[in-house]
């Protein structure tokens, strides 16, 4: 895919994550719209390894989701990519739905481990990379997408001290650094920065991006796996809610879910590239 | 059934820590199993994983005092096809990280084998924070969770290698302290196969871990008195052997639990949870009530709990009164 044609396929997976907000009136909204472009990339950039024919394939890339809450945008994601029908999207929270409110990786292909509780996924993502790279010596990459918020929690860095002691340069980590959490801003909530500086001290390597320029996004996520013997950490900065005016930067739209008036402003938004394009008005 | 001969005379049987038994069930079960890896947290001698670490060193991983992590990376090692023990205290796991272990491990129905070294009060003069008495009742609530607690040093070995052969998530409880050795290489282990160590007709002793030999002794001397107990080795907790348990409650029509845990949310409860349902008969149950432990010698701490065999006679006076 040309640089065009991934942000049209970001605009298409946040469309759908709207829909699929409204039709399970509930569910969080900010950080699913943020990390379109980041799960674009990594999906439709050529940075997973996967074959959504065969989701078990021996050489596919390991993808785990710590801050699960944001399932929406990774179940759009993986439906564009062929993991299961566009239409099983509509059953998003809804009583004996393949997707559930957090992901469950019994029930939905391409999903490799069931997460909700925060702090979990880097943990998961450590012990996945030490088969491959310490026991297995197989090239299986391992990618695993965190939130800043969740890095209150004294599980991530016991994981990163563990990634940073064995090495584990098959891991990278994206880190949704939107600055918000459901209390507020992250650095009034419970302070993070200086993350690079607390990464580097922790044994990894750190690089950062826009998190809206796919190809950036794509750039960073190859160049980490050129980096020697040292676990990478992308920092995506990106705009919670992004796409949607009325949401960008919002904390309040954390948790919350458009009502019927308020997902066709959003989808108009997105339709209409924030008012960019203007025949739509005509 | 296959026990050691004087069984019923402690003095004369090997004391041995159940914790040597996984120690062995480890290093028989890395030579089967190529994908048996083994992950201590900073208490790798003391849960005998370090059998298995000299003889597998490129399958043992040191995680350090981080227990939440421990059990992250033991799943994220299952998810691509390894075979995981995580070893610490039962204080620490299934204590320290159960979130932890209901996400990752238990909702997630990762291979993931859990181990609580130092369970019930042997680990003794330590105290109350590291004598673990909780672990049954916060594992056998989660979902897809396997709970086991062997009996002896040579049960415990059975039980790490059936562990191990299963598929899904387990927890295998052990003792610090050295307890008596009195099954056999042929006693019949199953997980989920209730023994019965002893027939009886008045009154059943339902107990797990080393409380089952407390209640053989208690089954001998009541015999000189008259009574006939059954004895029966419940070593798995979750799924329980309803069928035995039901069968021997109908049999003696009394029962008494014993645990070397709370009696709140322990083995005992879950008796009581299956006989309630199916055949209720009165039960009186062993094991500590509703306090925290504190430091001693574990024998003196079997007796300040009233966990020894002597407690379990007059428990089953007791239930017999209310028959």
């Known amino acids: 895919m040309n640089e065009k044609e991934l942000e049209q396929k970001a605009n298409a997976i946040r469309k759908d994550i709207i829909e699929m907000l409204m039709e399970a009136k509930s569910g969080h909204s900010a950080g699913p719209l943020g990390m379109a472009d980041v799960f674009t990339a990594l999906y439709f950039g050529g940075v997973v390894k996967y074959d959504a024919k065969k989701p078990d394939w021996e050489e596919r890339d390991m993808v785990v989701l710590s801050n699960a809450h944001i399932c929406p945008v990774w179940y759009a994601t993986l439906a564009h990519a062929g993991f299961f029908p ?197 | ?116 070294a130092h369970a019930g009060v042997s680990v003794g003069e330590d105290g109350a924070t590291h004598q673990g008495l909780e672990d049954i009742a916060i594992a056998r609530c989660l979902p897809n969770m396997t709970v086991i607690a062997p009996c002896d040093m040579i049960e415990t070995k059975k039980a790490t290698i059936a562990a191990g052969e299963m598929v899904g998530p387990a927890y295998l409880r052990f003792a610090r302290e050295a307890t008596p050795v009195f099954t056999t290489d042929q006693t019949p282990f199953k997980i989920g196969r209730a023994e019965i160590f002893r027939e009886g007709k008045d009154v059943a002793l339902i107990a797990c871990g080393p409380t089952v030999h407390e209640a053989l002794v208690a089954a001998n001397e009541l015999e000189k008195e008259g009574i006939s107990a059954a004895v029966v080795n419940n070593h798995t907790i979750k799924p329980m052997d309803e069928k035995t348990i039901i069968e021997i409650a109908q049999k003696t029509g009394a029962v008494v639990t014993a645990e070397d845990h709370q009696v709140m949310g322990g083995m005992g409860s879950a008796v009581c949870e299956v006989l309630s349902k199916n055949h209720p008969v009165p039960i009186e149950m062993i094991g500590v009530l509703d306090r925290f432990g504190e430091s001693g010698k574990p024998d003196e701490l079997m007796e300040v709990f009233g966990l020894t065999a002597k407690y379990i006679k007059e428990a089953v006076k007791k239930v017999l009164n209310r028959k």
């Open chain 2, 1 to 116: 059934m296959d026990l050691i001969k004087n069984v019923y005379q402690k003095e004369k049987l090997e004391q041995k820590p159940t914790r040597d038994g996984y120690g062995e069930g480890l290093v028989e079960l890395g030579k089967k199993n190529p994908n048996i890896v083994v992950l201590g947290a900073d208490l790798t001698a003391s849960t005998r994983c370090d059998w298995f670490q000299k003889e597998f060193p490129d399958r043992f991983i040191e995680v350090g005092i981080a227990e939440q992590n421990l059990v992250g990376v033991a799943v994220g090692l299952s998810l691509v096809g390894k075979v995981p023990f995580a070893s610490t205290y039962a204080v620490f796991c299934p204590g320290r990280n159960w979130d932890q272990i209901r996400i990752s491990v238990a909702y997630n129905e990762a291979n993931v084998k859990l181990t609580g």
């Open chain 1, 86 to 282: 566009k239409k099983e999207l509509k059953t998003l929270r809804k009583l004996g739905s393949n997707l559930q409110g957090h992901p469950y990786r019994q029930s939905v292909p391409g999903i490799e481990s069931s997460g909700g509780s925060l702090g979990q996924g880097l943990s998961i993502a450590c012990g996945m990379a030490y088969a491959f790279y310490k026991m297995d010596k197989k090239n299986n990459w391992v990618w695993c997408l965190t939130s800043d918020g969740e890095h209150d929690e004294g599980q991530i860095w016991e994981a990163a001290m563990f990634a940073g002691k064995y090495k584990l340069f098959n891991l990278t980590q994206i880190m949704d650094r939107n600055n918000i959490q459901i209390d507020g801003y992250t650095e009034d909530v419970m302070p993070l920065e200086p993350l690079k500086e607390r990464y580097e001290s922790f044994g990894w390597h750190v690089l950062e991006v826009d998190g809206h320029n796919i190809e950036e996004i794509i750039d960073a996520c190859q160049k980490s796996k050129t980096i020697f013997e040292k676990p990478t950490l992308i920092i995506a900065h990106t705009i919670p809610g992004k796409g949607v005016d009325f949401m960008e930067w919002q904390y309040s739209w954390h948790g919350k879910t458009p009502c019927a008036e308020e997902g066709q402003k959003a989808l108009k938004c997105l339709r209409t590239l924030d008012g960019k394009i203007k025949s739509e008005d005509e």
